[in-house]
Every structure is written in C-alpha cells, then in structure tokens.
C-alpha cells in the first residue's frame, strides 16, 4: 500500500486529499477545505509563517495515518511549462536539448531551476521549478515535521485528476481549472497530453480556449471543468461538465465529516492530481 496527500494553497484556501493506492485501486481517505489565517509565502528568505505551519499541522493531524509524502501542487507563477518538438532519440540527447531549451526561455539561469522533462511521441513537455520554490517548500515540510515531499506542476496534476476515471481514453478533450492565482488548460487525445497552458485568471484566456476547444479544425468532444469558473458563454457547440475527478476512486472509506466536500468534488482537482502523481510516479 502507498499512501500520499495532495495539496493545494490558493491565496488564503487550503485544499488536501489524501490518498490510498492498493494494488491499482486508489482509496479516498481524507478531503479538506479550509480558509488559513495567512498564506504561504513561497520566498525562502522569509521564515514560514507559524500560523500557517499550525494550521496545516492541526489540519494534516486530523487525516487517517499515515499521511505519506506531502505533494504539492504548485500553482502558476511558481514553474514555467512549455512544449517543444524532439529532435534527437536518445534519452541523454533528450535532456540535453531540454537544457538547451530552457536556457534559451528562461530569464534566470537553468542552474537556478530543477529542469524535467515529459516526452510524448515527437514532441516533449518541459517544466522549470525554481530552486528557490523548492526550498520553500522543503522549509514547511520540516516545520511540519514531515520529510518526504513531492512537488507537481498544475497543467499535470490538472492532468491526472482524470487518469482514474478514465475519461481521458477516447476522442480529443480538454480540461480547464481556474482559482484566484492562476488558470490553466490541458487538452488530450485518445490519452495522450498534446497541449498545456498556464496564465492569470480572466475572461479572455477561457474564452480563448473555450474557441481552440470548439475549433472546427480538430474541436474537443467533450470540456471539463474545475475550479472557480467564472460565469461566462461558451460557444454553443461545446458540450461541458463538472471535472468528475472522484469518479474512478473508492469513496467508501471517506469519514462522514468529509462527505458534504464531495458535493464540490472539482474544487479538489489539483490537489487530488498533485496526490496521484506521486502515486503514479512509484509505478514501476
């Protein structure tokens, strides 16, 4: 059995899952939505705020044990993505063209960022964490008490909130999360990741990707949503739903204090997706 909690800070709201995976199954074992005192300060100068160490203590105190790795998502402004065409094969070609990559997109010196990379078919999707991110993270992972961390980036948690479900398996979709710091997309083709961007939140940038989803070129059969939408048109060709994250997860075992959140289950999207990418990422 492995176990993880995902979590996602947004301005003043904390949102944790924690997780279960027994033998290909996931378990929801914990949700919680709650407004902090204060929120996190990503700057590694500063010292992490005592209250907000305590309130995420008491909140992390009152999950089933035991927790496992904290997975974090990180929302926008805290890592850069982008998508580039592969030019070589080989795996140690790969990364260095990745690096290559990234020190031509990148303001600050690739030495200052953990560099990854997600290679799909001809194309790969890199990601840039600054190191200064990290520890910030690592900081409130000690204060915690805690020792194993794991960091994911919104469009790929965004990403697999939906691999339980399954709903990524058939046809081109998309799936869009808005909160108060930062809105992203992802788009999918017969299970495949063929587009991701991140941006502030606003009315343009949805309904600019409420019209990529519609295109009559390649258009989406199907757009899920999760977060804070705001209440805007779509195009009327556009068939949306709720994000139905929880929809391939054993939601047995939830205690009867946390079943109301489940009436909101797509609030949860990233946290759940930053839980199950570190499930996922343990897959031998």
Not at 219 to 233: N, Q, T
Request: hydrophobic share 40%; with cysteine.
């Amino acid at each position: 059995m492995s176990t993880a909690t995902g979590i996602h800070i947004s301005g003043n709201t904390l949102r944790v899952v924690h997780l279960e995976k027994l033998d290909n199954a996931y378990y929801l074992r914990g949700l919680i939505n709650q407004r902090v005192s204060e929120a996190f300060d990503f700057d590694p100068e500063k010292e992490v705020s005592k209250s907000f160490v305590e309130e995420l203590g008491q909140a992390l105190e009152s999950l089933p044990k035991p927790i496992g790795t904290l997975s974090f998502c990180l929302s926008g402004g805290l890592y850069h993505i982008q998508k580039i065409p592969l030019e070589v094969a080989g795996e140690k070609d790969r990364r260095e063209q990745i690096f290559w990559e990234a020190s031509q997109a990148l303001i600050s010196p690739v030495d200052n960022s953990v560099i990854d990379f997600i290679a799909v078919g001809r194309v790969a999707f890199w990601t840039a964490v600054r190191n200064g991110v990290i520890d910030a993270h690592e900081t409130l992972c000690s204060a915690l008490g805690e020792t194993h961390l794991h960091l994911s980036v919104a469009p790929l948690a965004l990403f697999c909130a939906g691999l339980p479900a399954r709903v990524w398996e058939a046809g081109r979709k998309m799936a869009i999360h808005s909160d108060p710091d930062g809105s992203c997309y992802v788009a999918v083709e017969n299970g495949i990741l063929i587009g991701v961007e991140t941006t502030v939140p606003n009315s343009s940038s949805l309904q600019r990707w409420f019209s990529l989803a519609s295109s009559s070129h390649r258009p989406c059969k199907r757009v899920y949503l999760s977060g804070d939408i705001p209440a805007i048109d779509p195009p009327a060709s556009l068939s949306l739903e709720e994000y139905p994250i929880f929809l391939g997860i054993d939601t047995a075992q939830l205690p009867k204090r946390d079943r109301e959140e489940l009436g909101q289950a797509s609030r949860f999207a990233l946290a759940l997706g930053a839980g199950l990418h570190k499930l996922i990422s343990e897959t031998p």
